[in-house]
């Protein structure tokens, strides 16, 4: 069984940047594809992105591509998603989340989840 923990969340200025951690135990971490999720005040939970779980491919929604950037250290049990060219709009708290179906977007297909991490821009 794989457990969560997010880490790196913060306030940032917009256009700034940040990088988020989510630290896995457990000894199947690396058999599992990775994505985050972010969930903004009033809204509904959204796909950010994943990447295989050998870090290979990776894929994005659109709001982010080009701005943010996903991997893994499967040595370390540990995802990274680093934002870049931050906007007001990615205020959020995020989650990282496993599953054992690379490139689904949905929650529901997804069995493991941390318990978020915040990250605000300021304008």
């Known amino acids: 069984q794989v457990q969560l923990v997010e880490s790196g969340g913060g306030l940032v200025q917009a256009g700034g940047s940040l990088r988020l951690s989510c630290a896995a135990s457990g000894r199947t971490f690396s058999r599992y594809a990775m994505a985050w999720f972010r969930q903004a005040p009033g809204k509904e939970r959204v796909f950010v992105g994943t990447?295989?779980?050998?870090?290979?491919?990776?894929v994005y929604a659109s709001s982010v591509k080009g701005r943010f950037t996903i991997s893994r250290d499967n040595a370390k049990n540990t995802v990274y998603l680093q934002m870049n060219s931050l906007r007001p709009e990615d205020t959020a708290v995020y989650y990282c989340?496993?599953?054992?179906?690379?490139?689904?977007?949905?929650?529901?297909?997804?069995?493991?989840w941390g318990q978020g991490t915040q990250v605000t821009v300021s304008s």
């Open positions: 989340a496993t599953t054992v179906y690379f490139g689904r977007t949905n929650e529901e297909s997804y069995n493991t």
């Open positions: 990447i295989t779980s050998s870090g290979a491919s990776t």
